[in-house]
């Protein structure tokens, strides 16, 4: 047993750290310290900047553009990153369309889409989902009927993360119903200017239209966006989902939430005295402390045995679920912490607007939405109960 | 022991529920909310027409109700329907302007809100905790999160004569018509959809007609009012809450099964209805002994208000959860409920808040 990271690891720590340091310009920092709403803009820029530097894409072969680092560094960037309050890369072209691509895709697809998403030309996003499949994935009913060297989509997709913005769509599709569920879907990717793409989105509790409603109305796509073969589509997301799972436990934001929550607790007084000293309050920020300490640990265990090649199985879900759990708790001592000046709901502010005057401390404005919306983080990319049910199997084995 | 409402309350139960379910929808209160109005006055209305601002107030002040048992019915329907037209203003000011007969009629007609400002932004959730003054019949400071501030006619304002920021002593209370010279209003939105203020006085004259009887005491007992509403409306919002949670649970399939039938979902949902009972008794336990003696009055305003502060997250998260996607959505009810039971949290003190102060309590 040995904590400390190889003078590599901690060259490469540092590395990083004084790139960010140069430069994610303090903007982008300053509204990812505070909370509020990135632009599509922002994503942009943040994805030029690391593209320039060859680091956009952790996980892709140097020969697509990527940095092909290995597990534990992945994971040391993700930490930094978080640290220094840079905004998240939009993951679902990045890591979860391309290594599908590299794997199942043809060269002639990885040539025509890996280099748009490195350059900011295609903003991708990901249809899987449908109202009437969301934990039952392979439930999916969206028809992709095959005429001539086309497809014809009809169908609906749902929970469309920033799909307003999206050129490109990578969908799960029906091609053929009579097949057993799983054995009649396939991988296929949808320019959504085709004609018969309806966006609508879908205003969260938390007053964001961050996710959209889209709608397939016969729309033709060319037969040649079909990724790997016709009804093998299922295959591909499983893979997707078993291999590509970095950052699954977000440990770099669980530690960026707890900093801000110490931060906001040491400035804000409870009876007189910071609320860090209220026994009930620091109790509880304590205990998620001790627990992000511990899974952090059992987060580099599973990643280092990931870098020696080990496939994680019930880790990941493991990750998943803990992960979540913590990151929710964090919102809600935030919450806790600015305490009535929760209160106010200020969409000026979280929009960004630099002038848009916040009421009460720091954070107060993103306190009450932030806490809403993480209430995601356990419903999506398999919920946390389908995570649970995936521990057993693969333990339990009944 | 009887648990059961009187026939008058039960009356005014049946009714209240069959006018909101009548008048009362999510859609509309989202349309009213991105609209920035800050309430439906023809709901309200409505309300006052139907007695309901009444029944929080005793014969003596001209009203029919008053007590515990009236202030938790009504408020357990209203958060049932998730009504944010201004009640609580009524049940926070109404024992303070007791004494002003004419106020307190127009309040029961709906003509007039009274608004508290009590809550300083140095103050967190301690009440006693106060910088506003009055000093040669001059009000200066500045109050935050006023509910309803920006509606109301006139204000009880909580301001210290005497003593140092944190003394009980020296605490007075003024009614101040909100349209006086020196007093600035900037309202606002909350998350819930209700409607908030700062309100800023600069040396706004004021003289003994503006003085309301009692000092801390009062407002700790008016207070207490305000917090069994509170808990009572965050139980209603609790009880819708968990409504559409069952009927969802029966009606939602997945895997050719309604999500109902999965035990992981079962167990929870038991759990949530074994904590919504505790909820009920903890706003009964209030509503009983809000006119005991102080200490056993404070002690039930701190368990309650505790207890539906963690059931009713436990409420939210499990709700949304066992919801999916659908539960984070603005357009579905839920949503309302949602942002409503955790906003509650926020007045008047929170789990931990509470949990303090009724430590502190019991060693007394
Ligand atoms: C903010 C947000 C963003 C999203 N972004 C995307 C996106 O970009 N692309 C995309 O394709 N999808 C996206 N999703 C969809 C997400 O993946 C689904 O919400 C998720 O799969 C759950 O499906 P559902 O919402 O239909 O809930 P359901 O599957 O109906 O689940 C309802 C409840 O039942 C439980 N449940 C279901 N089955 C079982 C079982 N067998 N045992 C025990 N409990 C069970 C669930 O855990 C949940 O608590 C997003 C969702 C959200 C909330």
Redesign the interface.
């Known amino acids: 047993m040995d904590l400390s990271y190889t003078d590599e690891e901690q060259a490469f720590r540092a590395e990083v750290r004084d790139w960010l340091a140069e430069t994610l310009p303090r903007d982008l920092s300053e509204k990812v310290r505070l909370g509020k709403r990135m632009s599509k803009q922002d994503v942009e820029h943040w994805h030029r900047l690391l593209n320039a530097k060859g680091w956009l894409a952790p996980n892709w072969p140097k020969k697509y553009g990527g940095a092909e680092w290995n597990a534990v560094q992945r994971q040391i960037f993700e930490e930094e990153a978080c640290l220094a309050h840079a905004p998240r890369t939009l993951p679902f072209g990045l890591s979860m369309l391309a290594p599908v691509l590299m794997a199942f895709g043809s060269e002639e697809q990885r040539q025509r889409f890996l280099p748009g998403l490195l350059d900011g030309t295609n903003w991708w996003c990901q249809g899987y989902s449908e109202p009437g499949a969301g934990s039952d994935l392979a439930a999916v009913k969206t028809r992709a009927v095959r005429e001539g060297d086309e497809y014809v989509v009809n169908g609906q997709k749902t929970w469309t993360t920033l799909g307003q913005h999206a050129d490109w769509i990578f969908c799960l599709v029906r091609t053929d119903p009579d097949a057993k569920k799983q054995e009649g879907i396939s991988f296929l990717l949808i320019d959504m200017t085709s004609p018969g793409v309806t966006v609508r989105p879908i205003v969260l509790i938390d007053g964001e239209a961050e996710v959209n409603e889209v709608f397939f109305d016969n729309v033709r796509v060319p037969a040649e966006n079909l990724v790997g073969e016709e009804n093998k589509g299922w295959t591909y997301a499983k893979y997707l989902l078993t291999h590509e799972r970095t950052n699954i436990a977000g440990v770099g934001f669980s530690t960026a939430a707890l900093d801000t929550v110490k931060h906001v607790a040491q400035n804000v007084k409870s009876g007189g005295k910071p609320l860090t000293e209220n026994p009930h309050f620091a109790a509880r920020l304590a205990q998620v402390e001790i627990d992000l300490m511990a899974m952090a640990t059992t987060n580099l265990r599973v990643v280092s045995a990931a870098a020696k090649g080990e496939a994680p199985g019930a880790e990941s879900s493991m990750l998943k679920v803990k992960g979540t759990v913590i990151r929710q708790e964090l919102t809600s001592l935030l919450r806790r912490a600015v305490g009535p000046d929760a209160l106010p709901f200020q969409p000026d502010y979280l929009e960004g607007g630099d002038n848009a005057e916040m009421m009460g401390p720091e954070h107060a404005a993103t306190a009450g939405p932030s806490y809403f919306n993480m209430r995601k983080l356990s419903i999506f990319g398999g919920s946390n109960e389908v995570q649970r049910t995936i521990i057993t199997k693969a333990i339990i084995g009944l | 022991m009887d648990f059961n409402l009187t026939e008058e309350r039960r009356m005014l139960q049946d009714t209240l529920s069959r006018f909101l379910a009548d008048k009362y929808d999510h859609d509309s209160r989202r349309k009213g909310i991105a609209s920035g109005r800050p309430f439906d006055p023809d709901i309200y209305a409505g309300l006052a027409e139907l007695g309901v601002l009444g029944a929080l107030f005793t014969e003596d002040q001209g009203g029919f109700g008053g007590m515990g048992f009236d202030l938790s019915v009504v408020f357990e329907e209203l958060g049932r329907a998730g009504v944010i037209e201004p009640l609580l203003p009524a049940v926070l000011t109404g024992s303070l302007i007791a004494d002003r007969t004419d106020l307190v009629e127009e309040v029961i007609a709906g003509e007039s809100i009274v608004a508290l400002a009590c809550?300083e932004?140095?103050a967190?959730?301690?009440l006693d905790n106060v910088e506003t003054s009055v000093v040669d019949g001059k009000l200066n400071g500045t109050k935050?999160?006023v509910l309803n501030g920006a509606q109301a006619s006139s204000l009880v304002v909580v301001a210290r004569e005497s003593g140092k920021t944190?003394d009980q002593d020296g605490i007075a209370l003024f009614l101040v018509p909100t349209d006086a010279k020196g007093v600035t209003i900037v309202d606002?939105?909350?998350?819930?959809g209700t409607s908030?203020a700062?309100v800023t006085f600069v040396d706004v004259a004021l003289d003994e007609t503006n003085r309301l009887p009692g000092g801390y005491a009062a407002l700790e007992a008016a207070v207490a009012r305000g917090v069994l509403a509170l808990s009572a409306e965050a139980l209603g919002a609790m009880e819708t809450a968990k409504a559409l949670t069952i009927e969802y649970l029966k009606e939602r399939?997945?895997?050719?099964v309604p999500i109902g039938k999965?035990q992981?979902?079962q167990h929870r949902m038991a759990d949530v209805l074994i904590e919504v009972e505790q909820a009920r008794s903890a706003v009964i336990n209030l509503a009983g002994h809000l006119e005991a003696d102080r200490t056993t009055r404070e002690r039930n305003v701190s368990a309650t208000k505790n207890l539906i502060g963690r059931v009713g997250?436990q409420v939210v998260?499990e709700s949304?959860?066992m919801h999916?996607?659908i539960?984070?959505?603005?357009?579905y009810a839920l949503?309302h409920f949602?942002?409503r039971i955790?906003?509650i949290?926020?007045?008047f003190g929170?789990?931990?808040?509470h949990?303090?102060r009724f430590i502190a309590l019991s060693a007394a």
């Open positions: 809550t932004s140095q967190r959730y301690d935050v999160h944190t606002y939105t909350n998350n819930d908030g700062t399939k997945q895997f050719g999965f992981a979902l997250a998260e949304v959860q999916g996607g539960g984070m959505t603005d357009e949503s949602t942002r955790t906003m949290d926020h007045w929170d789990v931990d808040h949990l303090a």
